[in-house]
């Protein structure tokens, strides 16, 4: 199977219309926050209410979301039910990689990640970002190798965005 081509404006138009409530995390959020760092995938944390779930498993079928790295032939029901049942699932859709979370490492979920999101513009819309001090803090808990490196850059930038509204 050859993999899609990463398309996160129509994963986010995607999710947008069909309400779900979520928080960009990861890489991609760190991009659109100033890391220089490129990125293949969408990480998002969402809400875990039965509302939210059914809106989310809505939204993964429109994308024809399966499992990621499993045999093609693994049975996997995409349902409210099976994602209160799990908590991480890394996917692949039709717009490319996607992964998403209920409570990622580091973090306190979707409600304290909201809480401290910067709201960008996204392609015209408005679209939560997790707070760099939140990116910094999920990279250092997930400890992989590139996520240290990560911490490193979005330190980096974190700084200069400190001293670019420090008016001395």
């Given at each position: 199977m050859t993999p899609a081509a990463f398309d996160p404006l129509r994963i986010l138009d995607t999710l947008r219309r069909h309400d779900?409530?979520?928080v960009?995390?990861?890489g991609f959020a760190g991009r659109l926050l100033g890391s220089p760092t490129v990125t293949n995938d969408l990480d998002l944390c969402y809400a875990r209410d039965d509302r939210n779930l059914e809106r989310l498993a809505a939204a993964l079928r429109e994308l024809v979301?399966?499992?990621?790295?499993?045999?093609?032939?693994v049975p996997f029901l995409?349902?409210?039910r099976t994602l209160a049942a799990g908590d991480a699932f890394t996917?692949?859709?039709?717009?490319g990689n996607l992964d998403v979370f209920g409570y990622p490492s580091g973090s306190?979920?979707?409600d304290a990640l909201r809480l401290t999101a910067e709201i960008l513009d996204i392609d015209g819309h408005p679209v939560p970002v997790a707070a760099i001090?939140?990116?910094i803090r999920m990279k250092?808990?997930?400890?992989r190798p590139k996520d240290r490196i990560e911490v490193e850059v979005l330190s980096a930038l974190q700084e200069e965005m400190e001293r670019g509204s420090d008016p001395a």
């Amino acid at each position: 199977m050859t993999p899609a081509a990463f398309d996160p404006l129509r994963i986010l138009d995607t999710l947008r219309r069909h309400d779900v409530r979520f928080v960009l995390i990861g890489g991609f959020a760190g991009r659109l926050l100033g890391s220089p760092t490129v990125t293949n995938d969408l990480d998002l944390c969402y809400a875990r209410d039965d509302r939210n779930l059914e809106r989310l498993a809505a939204a993964l079928r429109e994308l024809v979301a399966r499992l990621r790295g499993v045999d093609e032939d693994v049975p996997f029901l995409l349902d409210a039910r099976t994602l209160a049942a799990g908590d991480a699932f890394t996917l692949v859709t039709d717009a490319g990689n996607l992964d998403v979370f209920g409570y990622p490492s580091g973090s306190g979920g979707y409600d304290a990640l909201r809480l401290t999101a910067e709201i960008l513009d996204i392609d015209g819309h408005p679209v939560p970002v997790a707070a760099i001090d939140d990116l910094i803090r999920m990279k250092l808990a997930a400890g992989r190798p590139k996520d240290r490196i990560e911490v490193e850059v979005l330190s980096a930038l974190q700084e200069e965005m400190e001293r670019g509204s420090d008016p001395a």
